[in-house]
Structure formats: structure tokens, C-alpha cells
């Protein structure tokens, strides 16, 4: 059988606090919006739509207030093979990509994410399940992040 893989203590990389301010931006327009149609259809329908202002109130404040603890869950760690990285408080992901595997390497980055320094890292390999975005990264810090993450791909593949 074989053994069950441990995740290491070791030091996980975060993503920058900034990320908060870019979630909670885009969950307040998102909550705008569907206010916005809510109210509309009231006026049209009045009024059986008048009470979804609760469940959207209640979504609204339950979203805000976790939205801080989701982005600390989200980290990566660079180890000797493979990246690790991990995201999620209720429904917890570990992806382990090597560095062989890795096809591309990609930075976005948004209107918002350009005004609070942000970017978005993402790598994909052959098999689509395993392509991983780390969003939330300072500028300078994915720049540096992709020319490893490329510059290990590399060498690893040489081997193939």
C-alpha cells in the first residue's frame, strides 16, 4: 500500500493582504448589482420579490466577513520537485505540480489588480485538472515567481 503523502510545516508562501481590499471591491459590486435587479423587479412585480433583500443581505454580510480568512488560506510553498499550493477553508485543495510538467506560465492582471499592484500567476500543465492560479501577488513578486517557475521547468524537462 502505498504511503499517504504528508504536507509539509514548512513556510508557505502568502499572497498580499491587498487581495482583500480587490475581494471585497468585486463582492460589493456583485451585491450592487444583484440589488439593483432585485429592486427592479420589484417595482415590476410588486411585491413577491421584496423578500430576497434578506437572503441577500444575509449572503452579503456572511461573504464579507469570510473573505478575509479565505485569502490567508491561500499559499504555495516551492519545494526541490514540485510547487505546491493550497487554497479554501471549508473545501480544502493541495496541488502538487512539478516543475517538469509545467507547459505554461502566465501573469494577469485587471483594472483593479493594476490599481492595488496585483497580479494573478498562472500555470498550466498537460492534464487541465492540475492548472493552478495564484492570484493576489505583488507585481514584482510574480514577475520573479514566473521566471523561476520557467527557468525550473526547464531544467527539469532537460531530463526527460
Known sequence: MAERLELPDGDWQRVSPRLIVSEYVSALI?????????TVGTLVFWPPLVWMYIPLGVIAVIALVLIPRRVRSIGYQLR???????????????VAVPYGRMQLVDINRGPLSRM?????????????????????????????????????????????
Do not use: C, H, W
Not at 456583485?30 to 432585485?38: G, N, P, R
Not at 492560479?133 to 520573479?144: H, N, S, Y
Open 116 to 160: 492595488l499592484n496585483l497580479s494573478e500567476l498562472k500555470f498550466v500543465t498537460a492534464a487541465a485538472s492540475t492548472g493552478v492560479t495564484i492570484p493576489g501577488l505583488r507585481e514584482a513578486d510574480a514577475e520573479t515567481l514566473r521566471d523561476q517557475l520557467v527557468a525550473l521547468a526547464e531544467t527539469r524537462r532537460a531530463g526527460l
Open 80 to 94: 526541490d520537485d514540485d510547487l505546491l499550493f493550497r487554497r479554501g477553508i471549508l473545501y480544502q485543495r493541495f
Open 30 to 38: 456583485s451585491t450592487a448589482v444583484f440589488a439593483t435587479l432585485v
